[in-house]
């Protein structure tokens, strides 16, 4: 649900919030420090926090790139059966690091993101097949040691 929220640009970011007449102090993205207002895209491929978070992949992309182009370019750069699960978790960790600072005034960090990411990553490996686990697990920790 949250990335199909994601992708039709109906995640509730200050950039939403205001096209809904929500009044707020400011639409800034709270992640950087930028005075760059918060929409979908920016806060997940734009700021500059969100892309240190994806520099923990070595994962560089344009910042003119649509997200459908985005997500092509990390199958591309990540070939595996589970590129795109990796691809949401990253997103769904840039999410709780934006709501983590806004409602329980939590300053978002690079490792705090990659932490929740290895979290994440340990309760997908307890869902995924046995024949495909081994695999999964060889994957996401080459992954994690490159970097």
Not at 66 to 89: C, G, M
Not at 103 to 117: D, H, I, T, Y
Request: aromatic fraction near 14%; charge should be positive; charged fraction near 20%.
């Amino acid at each position: 649900m949250f990335f199909w929220l994601l992708l039709k640009d109906r995640l509730s970011t200050r950039n939403l919030l205001r096209r809904r007449s929500m009044v707020l102090p400011n639409y800034n993205c709270v992640t950087c420090s930028l005075t760059t207002e918060e929409t979908c895209h920016h806060l997940f491929f734009g700021c500059s926090f969100a892309r240190e978070f994806w520099g923990i992949l070595n994962f560089n992309f344009s910042q003119d790139m649509t997200v459908t182009e985005i997500i092509s370019e990390f199958k591309n750069n990540f070939q595996s059966d589970f590129s795109i699960t990796l691809f949401v978790l990253m997103c769904w960790c840039i999410w709780g690091a934006r709501n983590g600072y806004i409602f329980q005034s939590s300053q978002p960090s690079v490792q705090g993101c990659k932490e929740a990411l290895i979290r994440e990553l340990q309760l997908v490996k307890c869902r995924i097949n046995r024949e495909k686990r081994q695999t999964f697990t060889l994957w996401i920790d080459s992954l994690i040691s490159a970097n």
